[in-house]
């Protein structure tokens, strides 16, 4: 079965206010789209990349993953929200592939293991897989005063955060992107992730374990978090 991905690196970043898009801020010297790609293309399990990127920075984000020359990456424009970026992703990719994993430029340490897992798992017979991680804190459901009252505290132990890579049977991907497509372009109604497109067609998510080196680089904090893993070498 072959596997293909889709990195979505279009995003502004406002949240973490840098000069450039997020997807080409470096950590340790790299730019985290390039450190995504390699992850992608070093788990020696992936045919082809395309990346989505900002369209006034395509030539940037072409020459960050200039070096991942293992496998055929490709650079196409994005969209005005995430959805938007995978579905033009999707249509770069073509229709060769049966596997395809959706990733984040943000979460540039996701491991080997997890995108071999995640893929095993989807030709186990799952055709829709996400990683997720326990949650940490008391999450409580507030309502939309000023300032908000706690609603509901749901159970954290049936609770988990979400993560990328996301893997999928191609098929449902394509189907799931079609389906929700009327939402794409608006930031209100879009899907947070792939797998809620899916959820949308009352199909299960898999869910596996995720990694605590997966983390989303949304502020610069997170990015300081990113370093100690890399001088860790965990
Ligand atoms: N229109 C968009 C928005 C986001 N993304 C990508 O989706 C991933 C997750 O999004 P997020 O971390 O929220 O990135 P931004 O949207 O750039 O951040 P912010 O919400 O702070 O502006 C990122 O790799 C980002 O580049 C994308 O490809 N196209
Ligand atoms: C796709 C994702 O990384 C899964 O956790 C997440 O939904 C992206 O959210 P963001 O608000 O675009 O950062």
Same mark, same amino acid.
């Given at each position: 079965?072959?596997?293909?991905?889709?990195?979505?690196?279009?995003?502004?970043?406002?949240?973490?206010?840098?000069?450039?898009?997020? !997807? *080409?801020?470096?950590?340790?010297?790299?730019? =985290? +789209?390039?450190? /995504? $790609? @390699?992850? &992608? %293309?070093?788990?020696? #399990?992936?045919?082809?990349?395309?990346?989505?990127?900002?369209?006034?920075?395509?030539?940037?984000?072409?020459?960050?993953?200039?070096?991942?020359?293992?496998?055929?990456?490709?650079?196409?424009?994005?969209?005005?929200?995430?959805?938007?970026?995978?579905?033009?992703?999707?249509? !770069? *990719?073509?229709?060769?592939?049966?596997?395809? =994993? +959706?990733?984040? /430029? $943000? @979460?540039? &340490? %996701?491991?080997?293991? #997890?995108?071999?897992?995640?893929?095993?798992?989807?030709?186990?017979?799952?055709?829709?897989?996400?990683?997720?991680?326990?949650?940490?804190?008391?999450?409580?459901?507030?309502?939309?005063?000023?300032?908000?009252?706690?609603?509901?505290?749901?159970?954290?132990?049936?609770?988990? !955060?979400?993560?990328?890579?996301?893997?999928?049977?191609?098929?449902?991907?394509?189907?799931?992107?079609?389906?929700?497509?009327?939402?794409?372009?608006?930031?209100?109604?879009?899907?947070?992730?792939?797998?809620?497109?899916?959820?949308?067609?009352?199909?299960?998510?898999?869910?596996?374990?995720?990694?605590?080196?997966?983390?989303?680089?949304?502020?610069?904090?997170?990015?300081?978090?990113?370093?100690?893993?890399?001088?860790?070498?965990?």
């Amino acid at each position: 079965m072959s596997v293909g991905a889709v990195l979505a690196a279009a995003g502004s970043g406002s949240r973490f206010g840098h000069t450039v898009p997020k !997807a *080409l801020a470096p950590l340790a010297g790299e730019p =985290l +789209v390039a450190r /995504a $790609a @390699r992850a &992608l %293309a070093d788990s020696g #399990l992936v045919r082809r990349i395309v990346v989505t990127a900002p369209a006034a920075y395509l030539e940037e984000v072409r020459a960050a993953v200039g070096q991942v020359s293992s496998v055929d990456v490709e650079v196409v424009d994005g969209g005005a929200t995430r959805q938007a970026s995978v579905a033009s992703g999707l249509r !770069a *990719l073509g229709e060769t592939d049966e596997v395809i =994993l +959706v990733h984040d /430029a $943000a @979460r540039p &340490l %996701a491991s080997a293991d #997890l995108i071999g897992r995640l893929i095993a798992a989807v030709r186990a017979g799952h055709p829709a897989v996400v990683p997720g991680v326990p949650v940490v804190d008391t999450i409580r459901a507030v309502d939309d005063g000023d300032p908000p009252r706690a609603v509901a505290t749901p159970d954290r132990s049936g609770l988990r !955060a979400i993560q990328t890579p996301q893997a999928f049977d191609a098929g449902l991907l394509r189907r799931a992107h079609a389906h929700g497509a009327a939402r794409a372009d608006s930031e209100a109604a879009a899907a947070g992730d792939d797998a809620g497109l899916v959820e949308a067609l009352g199909i299960a998510v898999h869910v596996v374990p995720g990694e605590a080196r997966a983390l989303k680089i949304t502020t610069p904090h997170d990015l300081s978090v990113a370093a100690l893993y890399l001088e860790d070498g965990s």
